[in-house]
Antibody
Framework: EVQLVESGGGLVQPGGSLRLSCAASGFTFSDYDMDWVRQFPGKGLEWVGRTRNRVGSYSTMYAASVEGRFTVSRDDSEKSVYLQMNSLKTEDTAVYYC??????????WGQGTMVTVSS | DVVMTQSPLSLPVTLGQPASISCRSSQSLVYSNGNTYLNWFQQRPGQSPRRLIYVVSNRDSGVPDRFSGSGSGTDFTLQISRVEAEDVGVYYCMQGSHWPYTFGQGTKLEIK
């Protein structure tokens, strides 16, 4: 079964840091680009960032709203992708989803992990 | 960024009746290879989004054939031929032709 399982969410103060993890199973992880998407409390969805696969030189891209604060990385040997979030703001409060990027589409989603930024 | 605009935002439907959701993009979604990367997702209450349709009209495995996607360029439609109780939730369109990927605001389908 193709599956993505996120972990690492929680409550953090503004200005703090958090690292999310996503473990993949059921498919050849190293073949795929992987993305993070977040869903705000009002339910809107925002693409956050992406790591390409080895063919894409593991390049990364970010939404303007998180550029310079968030970093996406991956470990193909662990079949995992990560989202390092620094300098967190209250507006980063959201459910964060790990997704598989498949040619202009996000065909597999994890269950999500909640991040709350609040003092 | 490409703006995706859905309508309606709320869609009350009687069981067994058809439903239609519109999605318009602020620029053409035709990619350089000729494909149009327009996707539809369903999010049932308490669940993660699930892809239903990709490249405008291709249904994912396991998606009932009462769901269909159509459109071209900047105008797209998701149609449900006969709404069932399990279709309740929020539907999102998403474009994957331009960076960054962007989503519509979502359409909440409920049973009348």
């Amino acid at each position: 079964e193709v599956q993505l399982v996120e972990s690492g969410g929680g409550l953090v103060q503004p200005g703090g840091s958090l690292r999310l993890s996503c473990a993949a199973s059921g498919f050849t992880f190293s073949d795929y680009d992987m993305d993070w998407v977040r869903q705000f409390p009002g339910k809107g969805l925002e693409w956050v960032g992406r790591t390409r696969n080895r063919v894409g030189s593991y390049s990364t891209m970010y939404a303007a709203s998180v550029e310079g604060r968030f970093t996406v990385s991956r470990d193909d040997s662990e079949k995992s992708v990560y989202l390092q979030m620094n300098s967190l703001k209250t507006e980063d409060t959201a459910v964060y989803y790990c997704t598989r990027d498949n040619w202009g589409s996000l065909d597999v989603w994890g269950q999500g992990t909640m991040v709350t930024v609040s003092s | 960024d490409v703006v995706m605009t859905q309508s309606p935002l709320s869609l009350p439907v009687t069981l067994g009746q058809p439903a239609s959701i519109s999605c318009r993009s602020s620029q053409s979604l035709v990619y350089s290879n000729g494909n149009t990367y327009l996707n539809w997702f369903q999010q049932r209450p308490g669940q993660s989004p699930r892809r239903l349709i990709y490249v405008v009209s291709n249904r994912d495995s396991g998606v009932p054939d009462r769901f269909s996607g159509s459109g071209s360029g900047t105008d797209f439609t998701l149609q449900i031929s006969r709404v069932e109780a399990e279709d309740v939730g929020v539907y999102y369109c998403m474009q994957g032709s331009h960076w960054p990927y962007t989503f519509g605001q979502g359409t909440k389908l409920e049973i009348k």
